[in-house]
């Protein structure tokens, strides 16, 4: 190795420690006090970074600094939903039941993870609405999330008897459940003010998978099919416009 590389890979390893406890600070205070409450100059002096434009230098700006944030857990969460669905296909599971099995049990797994685990349930809480269109309007939304490509593809193979839209549609809303029910949970599972129940880890997990397989189970409505219907008929009509 020469000098010249030498310098390079401590400067690489210097500039990888400085974003890792940016990352962290940044983490921390989303966390507690919220994505939009939280400015880079708090996220600066949090970390102990001297340079005031360190964020800026090492992630552009607030987004870029989420989209790290996000880039750090959600590969993580998609790959371990695959690999439980392919080691619960074959038990004795409904496919509601093991998709909201492979939904539920990372984030517990991510729950418990101490390097900004629990930060990144609570921030994916607060953004869920807009993380909900990065799944949908992937090449528009700034964020961009992993695809959940096993999770979708089983969901659409086994449960034949909703609509694909519906289907697409529950999916979103589990996770909607998931991030928000966990997070809440996380706040008060260590307030000694909750009654024990409430601050069961495992009985909340277990009741939340039991309340999402209901809501994959549950039977369409003929009021929901009929307002799927007369949305397909307009999406169909301004196709057939363009044509």
């Excluded at 989209?67 to 750090?72: C, E, L, S, V």
């Excluded at 004795?92 to 797994?109: F, V």
Aim: proline letters at 4%.
């Amino acid at each position: 190795m020469t000098a010249a590389t030498a310098a390079n890979t401590i400067k690489d390893a210097r500039s990888q420690r400085t974003r890792d406890v940016i990352i962290r600070a940044a983490e921390q205070l989303f966390a507690e006090q919220g994505v939009e409450a939280v400015s880079v100059n708090n996220i600066t002096r949090a970390a102990g970074q001297s340079n005031r434009n360190a964020v800026q230098y090492h992630f552009g700006n607030k987004t870029g600094l989420l989209q790290a944030i996000f880039d750090k857990h959600s590969p993580q969460l998609t790959q371990r939903r695959g690999e439980l669905i392919d080691k619960l296909v074959g038990r004795d599971l409904s496919p509601a039941r093991l998709i909201a099995t492979a939904l539920i049990e990372p984030l517990l797994e991510k729950l418990a993870d101490e390097d900004g685990g629990e930060a990144y349930i609570h921030i994916s809480a607060e953004l869920i609405a807009s993380n909900t269109l990065g799944y949908s309007l992937h090449d528009k939304h700034p964020i961009k999330l992993p695809r959940e490509t096993k999770l979708v593809r089983y969901a659409a193979q086994q449960l034949t008897d909703l609509p694909p839209a519906i289907t697409r549609h529950r999916v979103l809303l589990m996770n909607v459940l998931a991030f928000h029910g966990l997070s809440d949970h996380a706040r008060i599972r260590r307030n000694n003010a909750y009654d024990p129940l409430s601050r069961d880890t495992a009985f909340m997990a277990s009741n939340l998978i039991d309340s999402m397989t209901a809501i994959i189970e549950a039977t369409p409505s003929a009021q929901s099919l009929n307002l799927l219907a007369r949305h397909e008929l307009a999406d169909s009509a301004i196709d057939n416009s363009g044509t």
